[in-house]
């Protein structure tokens, strides 16, 4: 009896080393992204300032224990944010649809006054629609666009820090001044 439980013991201290040596990180910690010494103090600046990636890339950067300041050194600009929904599956007998909803976001970043060009970051998630339940279908929808726009703000972030840290050669970036 004393053996079994020493043995449970030993598989759960051996099950909990090797989730915590993998890496293992709780979804939305607060350590889950290293933040590099230049990128400490950071502003965020876009056309539509109020939209649901620009709020979530503060949250995260906040989290990070990132400092947001408009006079910043590092600044990310958010150029364009659009969300799609697209219709996968429609059947005539059955209640329920499939639909695609898309968002890709547009941004650039700014370090001492040079400019990156990264990729534009685009997401995609599947959801049912069931024309019996329109209610819990306009929350799921926004549901997913909130959980879309936190992806897509940790992306931004993530490559943001990579470039802050790693900052590509002229051929990935234009000077500020020659930015429209």
Known sequence: MHAARLIQYCLTLACCITVTCCGFHLQGQAGDL??????????????????????????????????????ALVRIEIKKLSVENRRLSASQGADIDQYRLSMQTQWQLYREQQLYLPKPVKLERDYDYQRNNLL???????????????????????????????????GTCNHASDAP
Request: charged share 25%; hydrophobic share 40%.
């Open 34 to 71: 290293n933040v590099d010494t230049r990128l400490q103090q950071l502003a965020i600046s876009g056309e539509q300032p109020l939209n649901q990636v620009a709020l979530a890339l503060q949250r995260q950067a906040q989290r990070a224990g990132i400092i947001l300041d408009e006079q």
């Open 136 to 170: 819990s279908n306009e929350q799921e929808q926004e549901t997913i666009r909130r959980e879309l726009a936190e992806a897509s703000a940790k992306a931004i972030l993530r490559q943001a820090m990579w470039l802050a840290a790693n900052p590509p050669d002229c």
